[in-house]
């Protein structure tokens, strides 16, 4: 079975510190990884994905296959990173997505 | 472009009815998926097109659920007798395809409440 987890469902942090969204999957095969975000009141929108090795609004995350772990990272957390993430699994064929239960991330000024 | 859009926005309808949504993805993107989304949790996944072909269904969509494609452009999602327990968000996403671009971009979805 595919699934992905993301063990917090809410995370604060002060503004300027550095934040960390978990997430972990399951997945015997080559999966695809990304990170999702959702900004109040507006559409899912693609953060990142793994096979980028882009750092985007600051943001990275690093696929760790011996740990199955794809966590984000941001060194200096700002008020306008507040939003939902969800972290995703594709599989190879691109057929299916399976995503996490989300973390909610307030950035506190 | 405007990219991926949905309708309608909201959907109220009493237990028993039909709906039926509708989703018009990017132009060029052959892929399309519609996930389910309920409070607290992520999209669920629901199906999938390449092009007009139905190539995956989840388990989680029952006989009273059923989505077409039927030129490779538009879909819709249709849920027949319906249940208090299918309010939820129903987004649709489509992406390029192939090695590389499985980027999805998402609608803003509709919400079903089931009365």
């Known amino acids: 079975a595919q699934r992905v987890t993301q063990p917090e469902k809410l995370l604060s942090v002060f503004k300027g510190a550095p934040v960390e969204l978990k997430c972990n999957y399951s997945?015997?095969?080559?999966?695809?990884l990304f990170w999702y975000v959702q900004y109040s009141r507006q559409r899912l929108q693609l953060l990142l994905r793994h096979i980028s090795r882009e750092s985007i609004k600051g943001f990275t995350a690093d696929l760790n296959k011996g740990e199955t772990s794809f966590h984000l990272k941001k060194p200096f957390a700002q008020e306008e990173d507040s939003a939902m993430y969800y972290c995703a699994l594709s599989l190879s064929t691109g057929n299916q997505f399976y995503f996490g239960t989300g973390t909610s991330l307030t950035v506190i000024p | 472009d405007t990219g991926v859009s949905q309708n309608p926005r909201h959907k109220i309808t009493k237990r028993g009815q039909n709906v039926t949504f509708r989703c018009d993805p990017i132009s060029e993107h052959n892929r399309l998926y519609w996930y389910r989304q309920t409070l607290g949790q992520g999209p669920e996944f629901l199906t999938y097109?390449?092009?007009?072909?139905?190539?995956?269904k989840s388990r989680l969509l029952s006989d009273r659920f059923s989505a077409e494609r039927p030129k490779g452009s538009f879909s819709t999602l249709e849920i027949q007798r319906t249940e208090q327990g299918d309010s939820a968000m129903y987004l649709c996403?489509?992406?390029?395809?192939?090695?590389?671009?499985?980027?999805?971009?998402f609608g803003p979805g509709t919400r079903l409440t089931v009365l």
């Open positions: 996403a489509s992406s390029r395809g192939g090695h590389g671009n499985n980027e999805q971009f």
């Open positions: 997945y015997s095969g080559s999966p695809e």
């Open positions: 097109f390449q092009n007009e072909a139905q190539l995956e």
